[in-house]
């Protein structure tokens, strides 16, 4: 068997401006008061999404006006690509690598569409091989940042010395319709931010060991999470079910990843979760049989930057590395299918 691709390095990007929850709180009112009399039974969202700021790429005016799909979209391929080149300088500069020596570019992002794609526009910022293997993934949602180690593991491993690249972005700001008033457009409001990570990972790296990955996608699960596409841009979509999927239907299929390994949750010694939300994480450590608040890393993430989809588990791992943790630990996210997405580290 091949030698498993090793992670080398891990590190993240945010844009400039900050959002403070009481800030939200008072813009959302100005937003939906007025066409949702009943907004005051919303306001505890706020405090129970457990997020104390999060990072925008536009300023907090900019989600009081309406906005067309293309003027969104603009905004997205720039600050997206302006986000990947921070991540991917941190990360090869982790690593001590040149942009030259990378053999693979994978790119995760769901919320908004490039053609030609983010890996393409970001090849013309920096000094990238003209060779280079790219595959931008699109659609993954929240899942995106464990699938995307999963898939970037599997191209390192497809050819020896290959070093490859996976760069994660989610503008999520950005798909705020101010003329929805859904209840899923309003809790939006009070958990999603803007991210963006990057990894190195290769068979010859030192670093944790991406031992296996897996996937898990319930039937009949396609209303519980994505996108509704409107003239006005990505429309929000999310069960209020999730946390209660997550904790009755998510357990085995956990179970039965470890298992095919020879583990179980007690092997686990660390877990490194993406903070879908507060409710979610509470659900998770009920499933793996961890103490209400013991996936402290997931939780800080949550409360600093909010959910960021597809990026906030890249957060979540850098954090957890910077602790030096050994032994096997154990990747989860979720994201439209509805998809479990899992990946085993191993750190030494």
Known sequence: MAAPARIAAVATAVPEHVLHQDEVVARAAEIFAPGVPDFDRFVPVYSNAAVATRHSCVPIEWYSEPHTFSERNALYIHNAVELLEQAAERALAAAKLTPAEIDALVIVSTTGVATPSLDALLLDRMSFRRDVQRLPVFGLGCAGGVTGIARAAQLARSRPDTTVLLLVVELCGLTFRVNDISKSNIIATALFGDGAAGLVLGCGAEGP????????????????????????????????????????????????????????????????????????????????????????????????????????????????????????????????????????????
């Open 209 to 348: 060991a991406v031992a296996d990955w897996g996937e898990h996608t319930w039937p009949q699960s396609l209303d519980v999470m994505g996108w509704r596409i409107a003239d006005d841009g990505l429309g929000i979509l999310f069960s209020r079910d999730i946390p209660n999927l997550v904790r009755t239907q998510y357990g085995a299929v956990a179970s039965a990843f470890l298992a095919r390994l020879g583990l179980s949750f007690d092997d686990v010694t660390a877990h490194i979760c993406h903070p879908g939300g507060a409710k979610v994480l509470d659900a998770l450590e009920q499933v793996y049989g961890l103490a209400p608040g013991a996936l402290a890393v997931s939780r800080a993430v949550l409360r600093d930057y909010g959910n960021m989809s597809a990026a906030t588990v890249l957060f979540v791992l850098e954090r957890t590395l910077a602790e030096e943790p050994s032994g096997p630990l154990l990747m989860s996210a979720f994201g439209p299918g509805f998809t479990a997405s899992l990946a085993l580290l191993e750190a030494e």
